[in-house]
């Protein structure tokens, strides 16, 4: 059948923007720079340190001067730019916000009811320079409230910081080590990532132990000839790696971006860029497939330059090695230039006190109850080890890794799937060993009471419907778009168009575009900078929606652009009429496609939810994306015509005017509503 046409986009564009010093280096010449980049980080980080001193001070001072106007302004005035609550209250009853630390600007923003703007350039005044993604400590954080009129009550996993500080305090200087990098493999679908990790296990494991199975524990740690040992996450695909960013959770230290040689840059690539450099993550390029007969390196390089990525041999900063993850070949330099990153990132932790780490995947299992991949950071975990993560507790009863060695003991960078807990923890969660077992109980005992109570707290996003009122209360100064469409050129349109939307108090700002389907990525996206996604000609995953309708992000999908472009206006203007609201009431998947003389191509679906009519309103849907709107013309169960079928059954249908069908195809039953504007 082959893969459907999705709309790709024309690859082998004129690459525009070369710079001009593209001229490979020598390997010489490249260490040499190296050598001079080492000096070079010493010294700025003696400078950063200066600088970071000066900026306390001036933060310090702006506190002062804050706290002084403050001071003298509580019994009279208020701030105008706080909401009503507030400026009724005359300072003792200030609102107040349950706040973690290292929770991102936009989040602070919406737990505060502010645009992220405003608290970016409070922000500023403090000399806090920060970008709406960065993720600010609990001082800074309590600063600013006071600044705002709140009053700020930590919202830290409960405990978390008891244990964090504990944990800090355990640390004895004798005991530091370097511990080995911590890599997660990113790139676009089909680009490699799994065929260079898969290489890199199999070249690298120590032959006398692999006497295990291999377990697919979603890490895994090599250690090459010369000694050297890296850790490979290899579950978090981004999506996971921006959820656990979302919870200011960092496992990884570099990060490695596949690109496939006779691709070019996609969607997930620039995803990737985009998260990596948010998380402050050294990216090193792997251009991948060189083996190939149409592989053209340079193309890439050219196309990850308009993406702001410069590699060393372009003249910029990124380290860049062309391999060909299938036979292996250079995949030992792209380890050499990840020891070598990992060089500059100095990284170190006591190997001996107790451990302390990160969930980077958990299940229950069947016959063994719940067991989790932990990765530890810092200590060394042992068999018997109490331990707190997340909302759980337990006891390490037994260890092993990827290749199925059981382990007495884990020390820094070294991931382990574990058994013994009492409940399943989530990736992210932090992990404590502790010395009393009751304690632990209690900590996660609250923690759940705690989850419990910020479950039935969740504020709502942005809507375009509400968006007018949000403004005209001064909450909003910009209107944060995700642009998902099927090609190219109408995400291009679509964007260039909604961003030159004026408005005498909005701006537009298209935060995201891509082609493809709108995924859970998205979503998360869209949460974090409470943005609203439109959709052109694509739909979203069945996960994406179920996340959106958690989340409170909204999705607007699109068929006609000037519809899309218009709504943004209306909304903006106030006058946003009442909308056709689309539900999808039943989906079913295309299992088989039989072709009937005279009648044309039956779908042979099964139906995954809802229930299908004859002459139902359908849509197909090929790779998240619209192909075909129309009804259902016949439908059978078995030879019989039938008028309806129900969910978990098997049927055969044709779509009125379509024959096109394809196995995998998705086909959604719609319906339409009328959804009145909120006012
Ligand atoms: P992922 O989706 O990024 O994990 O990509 P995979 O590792 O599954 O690879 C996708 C396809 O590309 C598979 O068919 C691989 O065999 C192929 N592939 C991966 N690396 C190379 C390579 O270096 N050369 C060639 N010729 N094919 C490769
Ligand atoms: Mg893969």
């Not at 032959?207 to 697919?216: A, L, N, P, V």
């Not at 098997?650 to 086909?667: F, H, M, N, P």
Request: glycine letters at 8%; aromatic letters at 4%; one cysteine or more.
């Amino acid at each position: 059948t082959g893969k459907p046409a999705t709309g790709k986009p024309a690859t082998g564009k004129p690459a525009t923007g070369k710079p001009a010093t593209g001229k490979p280096a020598t390997d010489n010449k490249e260490k040499k720079v190296k050598k001079h980049f080492n000096h070079g980080k010493k010294s700025r980080s003696k400078v950063r340190k200066q600088k970071i001193h000066e900026h306390q001070v001036a933060v310090h001072d702006t506190f002062k001067k804050t706290m002084a106007s403050i001071a003298s302004d509580s019994k009279s005035k208020t701030k105008k730019s706080r909401t009503k609550q507030s400026s009724e209250s005359t300072g003792e009853n200030r609102p107040v916000i349950k706040v973690s630390e290292y929770v991102p600007v936009a989040e602070l923003a919406k737990q505060m009811d502010i645009p992220p703007n405003s608290l970016i350039a409070k922000l500023m005044d403090m000399g806090v320079m920060v970008s709406i993604n960065k993720t600010l400590d609990m001082d800074t954080i309590t600063l600013l409230a006071e600044e705002l009129g709140y009053d700020v009550e930590p919202m830290v996993e409960y405990a978390e910081d008891i244990l964090k500080t504990r944990d800090e305090n355990s640390v004895i200087k004798a005991n530091i080590e370097e511990r080995p990098p911590v890599v997660t493999v990113m790139g676009h679908v089909d680009h490699g990532k799994t065929t260079l990790l898969d290489y890199i296990r199999e070249a690298n494991v120590v032959s006398d132990e692999s006497g295990g199975i291999t377990q697919h524990i979603g890490a895994y740690s090599v250690k090459l000839p010369d000694g050297h040992k890296i850790s490979f996450i290899d579950t978090p695909g981004h999506e996971a790696f921006t959820a656990m960013r979302a919870r200011g959770a960092s496992v990884t230290d570099i990060v490695i971006l596949v690109v496939a040689a006779d691709d070019s840059v996609m969607p997930q690539t620039i995803e990737a860029i985009n998260h990596a450099k948010a998380a402050n993550i050294p990216i090193i390029i792997a251009i991948n497939k060189i083996d190939l007969a149409n592989a053209d390196p340079e193309q890439i390089k050219g196309d990850l330059s308009r993406h702001n990525i410069l590699v060393e041999d372009w003249g910029g900063n990124y380290q860049c090695q062309e391999i060909s993850a299938k036979n292996g070949k250079n995949v030992d330099k792209l380890l050499e230039k990840i020891l070598l990153e990992s060089e500059m990132l100095e990284l170190k932790a006591d190997s001996l006190k107790n451990a302390s780490g990160i969930i980077i995947d958990s299940k229950l299992d069947k016959g063994r109850g719940p067991v989790a991949t932990i990765l530890v950071q810092s200590g060394v975990l042992k068999i018997g080890d109490a331990f707190i993560t997340g909302m759980t507790t337990g006891r390490v009863r037994a260890m092993h890794d990827e290749y199925g060695i059981p382990f007495e003991s884990a020390g820094p960078s070294v991931p382990v799937q574990i058994f013994g807990m009492k409940g399943v923890p989530s990736s992210g969660d932090t992990f404590y060993v502790i010395d009393s077992e009751n304690e632990a109980r209690e900590i996660a005992n609250q923690r759940r009471i705690m989850k419990r109570e910020q479950e039935s707290n969740r504020n709502k996003g942005v809507t375009l419907e509400d968006v007018f009122d949000k403004i005209k209360d001064g909450y909003i100064k910009e209107l944060n778009l995700i642009i998902k469409a099927d090609v190219d050129g109408s995400m291009d349109v679509l964007a260039e168009s909604l961003s030159k939307i004026t408005h005498d108090e909005v701006r537009v700002k298209v935060i995201h575009k891509g082609v493809g389907g709108i995924n859970e990525h998205d979503v998360l996206l869209a949460a974090a900078s409470g943005a609203i996604i439109m959709g052109f000609h694509v739909r979203p995953t069945s996960l994406a929606r179920d996340l959106a309708e958690s989340e409170k992000v909204e999705i607007k999908l699109y068929k006609v652009i000037y519809e899309a472009i218009e709504d943004v206006e209306k909304a903006l203007s106030g006058m946003l009429t009442p909308t056709i609201k689309e539900i999808i009431v039943g989906t079913a998947e295309v299992r088989d496609v039989f072709k009937i003389p005279k009648v044309g191509n039956i779908a042979g679906c099964y139906i995954t939810k809802g229930n299908f009519k004859r002459n139902a309103k359908i849509k197909l849907i090929r790779d998240s994306i619209e192909i075909y709107e129309s009804k259902i013309s016949t439908l059978k169960r078995f030879k019989d015509d039938v008028a309806e079928v129900n969910q978990g059954y098997e049927c055969g249908l044709s779509i009125e005017g379509y024959d096109d069908i394809k196995v995998g195809d998705i086909i959604e039953v719609i319906d339409y509503q009328e959804e009145a504007r909120k006012i």
